[in-house]
């Protein structure tokens, strides 16, 4: 089955302590995305990736760090969480820049 | 940079009426309209999607319109029922390019049996 997996879907941590969000996709996509969703705000792009140790800053990247080792996976970095970073994290995939792009489950966090 | 509003935050339906859902973007370069639902709890899925070479795309009881002069774009829902009830995001690209998605804040829409 086609599928964006993101682990863990639930995460409650502290302020400071690094945390991981993995993303991984099995359907070959080149492009890859993290977004963070809040209320009244809708859906803000935090980066992108086009292919393998391809990325690029989104809209709302400081505090975070994303790496493109492999093609399916695209892990979320946030090496000193703060409160301000609670939020709702979705990440996308699609096959290139020009297709439509197709959302995991969902990473809720909250920082302490 | 580019931006996108969305209007209403908010909107209540009886069954069976018309729901619209209205989107301005800043960047005039923008030429792909996707509509994203989000039921509760769940992730956005991409329900219908337009590019500014056309106008208006229909998907049966979903529209998507198209003023590329304005800079507005609109979606549609008619005969709504309560399994439409979801929040809706509009999104603006420059496709072709690098797919950056610039969201709008989304519209909750509530159907009523």
């Known amino acids: 089955e086609a599928q964006v997996t993101q682990n863990p879907r639930y995460l409650i941590t502290v302020t400071g302590k690094k945390l991981t969000v993995t993303c991984s996709q099995n359907m070959n996509h080149e492009y890859m995305s993290w977004y963070r969703q809040d209320p009244g705000l809708g859906l803000r792009q935090i980066y992108y990736s086009m292919n393998v140790e391809v990325t690029d800053k989104g809209d709302v990247p400081e505090g975070y760090k994303v790496s493109r080792k492999e093609k399916r996976n695209f892990p979320l970095i946030l090496e000193s969480p703060s409160p301000n970073q609670t939020s709702l994290y979705f990440c996308?995939?699609?096959?290139?820049?020009?297709?439509?792009?197709?959302f995991g489950a969902g990473t809720r966090l909250s920082v302490l | 940079g580019e931006n996108v509003e969305q209007h209403p935050s908010t909107l209540s339906v009886q069954e069976g009426d018309s729901a619209v859902i209205k989107c301005t973007y800043s960047d005039s370069a923008s030429n792909y309209f996707p509509w994203y639902k989000q039921e509760l709890g769940k992730r956005p899925q991409l329900i219908i999607d337009i590019r500014s070479n056309v106008g208006e795309k229909k998907d049966q009881r979903i529209a998507v319109t198209l003023n590329k002069t304005a800079k507005h774009f609109s979606l549609h829902i008619t005969e709504t029922q309560p399994e439409d009830s979801a929040v809706y995001f509009c999104?603006?690209?420059?496709?072709?390019?690098?797919?950056?998605?610039?969201f709008g804040a989304g519209t909750r829409l509530a159907v009523h049996p």
């Open positions: 999104a603006a690209s420059i496709y072709g390019g690098y797919n950056k998605l610039i």
């Open positions: 996308a995939s699609s096959l290139s820049a020009k297709n439509i792009q197709y």
